[in-house]
């Protein structure tokens, strides 16, 4: 199932919207984006699969540090190469969408700063989210020494089993002291 | 094959974690039900039995990809579940609310106004901005749907029932003070007509837009009866208590998480890492300014042994509140340079006031008594400035031609300069009280919320002195009608102007600032390479002074509905024009600040400060209707002694029981056992507050200990796998 086809069908709509955080304008409006990605021969092919240079096309993703994480875990292709279906797409708008719980965000949050996949955030992952953060031009990369220390003071607050890495509640233990994160994890078409 | 294997290792990972976890019953906030717990390998009996004690998995909420969450529901869908019927009306109810939840969602965003400008205003400049323009959006809808109200209850039916009705009370008293003519005599040129539209007299006077148009009529037909100035007071109070009701609303959700989030975790060095990246970041420039605030923020934590820091911190909510406003409050660039340095500067300065000699402490103290007094002393100026411009206005009020506009204007003139002025000469003396940055920040903040709401206080409390002779309803000129009908044949019409003249002008003046300084300074600084004109630099949209000029209107707005029923209609159209003009200044003007960024507290700081504004009107309102004598010249309440006398007159007119019921309520017999049940009520939930973080705080040290358990074990293997591998070592070397 699944489509790209120009037009969604009644049932299919209302599967999503059973299915996703997202309303009936959102999902429409995802599936006009999405068609403007594809190019003509694709169209007419139901599941087509959208790579990821396509797919960061977008302007709501095209300046984000963590695009290619993004994309990396949504995707569902078995070559794990960012490539995007609709339905895939549908995924990543309604964990980033407006009514999307505090849980869902959190756990799709921490899969993206997950880099090795390992489903903990150890000292390699910590040290890329922070590059990505504070971008990676001259005067804003920090230090090996700034880094090492920043990395221990996050596992001093954040670890409290002590193993060494931020595991899933670990994460959403700090994730739900923030006031802000629901509001910032945020794309709107 | 290798990928294959990766990636059933990375599934595993996730599903492990979450099943160990849910055994552990972990203390984060969120509900463990929902996690993804999907086992393909149960049988259907299996999860009959689970399945008959709670409702089915919302399957939004499952981190499972589209095809896995259709693959879950068709199994649900086929699973016939034993349960009893009540079980089953019950879930069938829980999912016609969650339908019908999901119905109003998508109804109300249909009526979202500017949803996309607000989007690109969040992208682009951060969440700070952002939350202005929501707010400026929620008080237009507020000011709407107050207009909606009041003209279905009391507008509309004043215009069917103009002609008809008959007058409540007959006229009693006295000649002179029930003469009043607003029409005005003679030729009227046609700019007159300008001039009145733009100071609320002549032809603006006498119609729907002032209180004393209105008819003191009551319908009374044989099945209908509809009692205009009781409509009209009714509607007043009511449009207070809406306003209150959607204002705490709207704070609900902000206040809960600002409470529930507290201060112990305020900006350290995880929470800066996970939480604050804003995915809504549109175009790289302000994906870069928002990296380089990031790198900032880390590197000024740096500089500090900061665990040690909030260690010692004794009273957390205060420095929570100092902290929220601190980075939420984007203030002027005074304060800015303040706020850069927040964090080494206080330590700086807690270092320096703990090396100061005895001698020193008090000459600072001193000195910070004197800059106190010396600016409260500014202010005091600033309010007999206003006192005596009302005055002067009053007195020459009635002049024809420009002249007598200005004077009608001097009120408001003399409120914007004084509110201009006087914070920028208490930023001055703030420099030199060097107080902590993040104190000086608070004190800046109060000391001009103070300024613009008691400025307006006081423009109320010399009308009042005027109307009603200083209080004195013995002397000469109220001894008559119990006001001053000669400067005031209808005072509540001239109340009405005076705020519908404080509104007009602040629109005209954020429109002239608009084209007179913001447009001019941005050609000025991009045209010319003068060092001067880049030092001064492009401007920064100001939050905290933008959100205090829309608290100020507002409140302008609360204080004169009662006398200008047409002013939430005024005040509508007047916050779209400033939403579109502050949208212009924003993109074509203003630079992207470097410290900015998105909070649920901004919203509620900002709101706890329009709460203000509406208390001081609910004062003035109170007083209005309990204790002046109204017109008796005009106005749906003339002959009454006070506004609030109709209502029992007209309960006398209810049946027995009702009145008996309603005296009931009213009487202490009732209200102090409700006082009594509402303080029970809150003390259980403080006690249920305190119960909680207690249990937060074990189960903290439970997952602590568990930690070291693990630890513990491994160790323990590692041991046991290195006696093991030994034998085989020597009984290798033995060969």
Not at chain 2, 7 to 13: C, I
Not at chain 2, 28 to 40: K, L
Not at chain 2, 314 to 324: D, E, G, T
Not at chain 2, 492 to 497: A, D, K, L, P, Y
């Amino acid at each position: 199932m699944g489509t790209t086809a120009s037009q969604l069908g009644k049932d299919l709509l209302s599967e999503y919207q059973e299915l996703t955080f997202l309303t009936k304008q959102e999902i429409l409006l995802a599936h006009k984006r999405f068609t403007e990605l594809l190019t003509k021969d694709e169209k007419d092919l139901p599941n087509t699969r959208v790579s990821m240079e396509r797919v960061l096309t977008l302007p709501e993703l095209k300046s984000n540090p963590f695009r290619k994480r993004i994309c990396y875990v949504f995707s569902t292709s078995e070559q794990k190469d960012g490539s995007l279906t609709f339905e895939d797409f549908l995924d990543l708008l309604s964990a980033f969408s407006d009514s999307a719980t505090l849980e869902i965000k959190s756990h799709y949050a921490f899969r993206i700063f997950d880099f090795d996949d390992d489903g903990t955030l150890d000292c390699g992952d910590l040290e890329k989210l922070v590059n990505c953060l504070t971008g990676e031009t001259d005067e804003t990369r920090l230090t090996t020494e700034e880094m090492r220390q920043l990395i221990n003071n996050i596992l001093e607050e954040s670890d409290i089993d002590k193993d060494g890495t931020v595991n899933l509640s670990e994460f959403q233990h700090v994730i739900s002291r923030s006031p802000d994160f629901v509001s910032s994890f945020k794309i709107v078409l | 094959m290798d990928s294959e294997i990766q990636r059933q290792g990375s599934r595993n990972g996730y599903h492990g974690d979450q099943q160990s976890l849910r055994s552990r019953q972990v203390s984060s906030r969120v509900s463990n039900q929902n996690y993804p717990q999907f086992n393909w390998s149960s049988t259907p009996a299996e999860d009959d039995v689970e399945g008959s004690s709670e409702m089915p998995r919302d399957l939004r909420s499952s981190p499972l990809h589209m095809a896995l969450k259709r693959a879950v529901r068709q199994v649900q869908q086929m699973q016939v579940p034993v349960v009893s019927s009540r079980e089953s009306w019950k879930r069938n109810k829980a999912k016609s609310l969650r339908k019908l939840k999901d119905n109003t969602r998508e109804f109300l965003y249909l009526f979202a106004l500017w949803s996309k400008s607000l989007q690109k205003i969040g992208g682009n400049f951060g969440g700070g901005v952002q939350s202005f323009f929501l707010f400026l959006r929620f008080l237009v809808v507020l000011n709407f749907v107050s207009f909606l109200l009041i003209a279905g209850f009391v507008l509309i039916p004043s215009i069917v029932f103009r002609s008809v009705g008959t007058g409540l009370v007959n006229s009693t008293g006295p000649e002179e003070c029930m003469e009043y003519d607003p029409n005005p005599q003679g030729l009227v040129l046609f700019y007159n007509y300008f001039l009145d539209l733009l100071s609320g007299t002549g032809f603006m006077e006498y119609s729907y837009m002032f209180y004393g148009y209105y008819n003191n009529t009551m319908v009374d037909d044989t099945n209908f009866s509809y009692n205009i100035p009781l409509a009209y007071l009714f509607t007043a109070v009511f449009y207070f208590a809406f306003c209150l009701i959607f204002i705490i609303a709207r704070m609900g959700t902000a206040a809960r998480v600002a409470v529930a989030t507290g201060g112990s975790a305020v900006g350290n060095y995880s929470m800066i890492v996970f939480t604050s990246w804003d995915y809504g970041c549109l175009g790289d420039r302000a994906t870069k300014l928002k990296q380089k605030n990031i790198h900032y923020r880390l590197q000024v934590r740096g500089d500090l042994s900061y665990l040690a820091g909030w260690r010692t911190l004794r009273k957390k909510w205060w420095r929570f509140l100092i902290r929220v406003t601190c980075f939420q409050m984007n203030l002027s660039p005074t304060s800015f340079l303040f706020l850069c340095q927040v964090d080494l500067e206080e330590e700086m300065i807690k270092k320096r006031a703990a090396s100061l000699t005895t001698n020193q402490k008090v000459v600072l103290y001193a000195l910070r008594v004197f800059m106190c007094l010396v600016a409260f002393g500014l202010i005091i100026g600033a309010f007999y400035g206003i006192f005596l411009a009302t005055e002067f206005s009053q007195e020459k009020s009635g002049k024809e031609g420009i002249l007598g506009l200005i004077f009608e204007y001097l009120p408001s003139i003399v409120i914007t300069a004084g509110n201009f002025l006087v914070p920028l000469m208490c930023d001055q003396i703030a420099l030199i009280e060097r107080y902590a940055p993040s104190t000086t920040v608070i004190v800046a903040l109060l000391r001009a919320v103070f300024l613009r709401l008691v400025s307006l206080g006081v423009l109320l409390f010399t009308l009042w002195r005027q109307i009603t002779c200083d209080g004195n309803t013995e002397s000469a000129e109220c001894k008559l009608c119990e006001y001053n009908y000669n400067f005031y044949p209808c005072w509540e019409t001239r109340v009405g102007q005076e705020m519908y003249k404080l509104t007009l002008f602040d629109l005209l003046i954020n429109i002239a600032v608009l084209v007179l300084v913001e447009f001019p300074r941005r050609m000025v600084v991009d045209n010319w390479s003068n060092k001067l004109a880049q030092w001064v630099g492009r401007q920064e949209f100001v939050v905290s002074s933008n959100v205090l000029g829309l608290v100020y209107g507002q409140t302008v707005v609360w204080t004169g509905a009662l006398f200008c029923p047409l002013l939430p209609l005024i005040n509508t159209v007047k916050f779209i024009i400033l939403f579109y003009c502050k949208r212009i200044t924003l993109f074509n003007n203003c630079r992207p600040a470097l410290k900015t960024f998105r909070s649920t507290t901004s919203t509620f700081f900002f709101l706890v400060v329009l709460l203000f504004g509406w208390s001081l009107a609910t004062v003035v309102m109170v007083y209005s209707l309990a204790e002046i004598r109204p017109s008796m010249g005009c106005g749906p309440f003339r002959f009454f002694p006070n506004m609030w006398s109709i209502v029992p007159r007209s309960f006398s007119s209810l049946s027995e029981t009702t009145e008996e019921f309603l005296f009931f309520i009213g009487s202490q017999a009732f209200s102090i056992p409700l006082f009594v049940l509402f303080c029970v009520v809150m003390c259980y939930f403080i006690a249920l507050a305190s119960v909680y973080g207690k249990s937060v705080a074990l189960l903290r040290a439970q997952l602590k200990l568990e930690g070291r358990d693990k630890q513990f074990l491994v160790k323990q293997i590692e041991k046991l796998s290195r006696q093991l591998q030994i034998p085989q070592h020597t009984a290798g070397a033995g060969q």
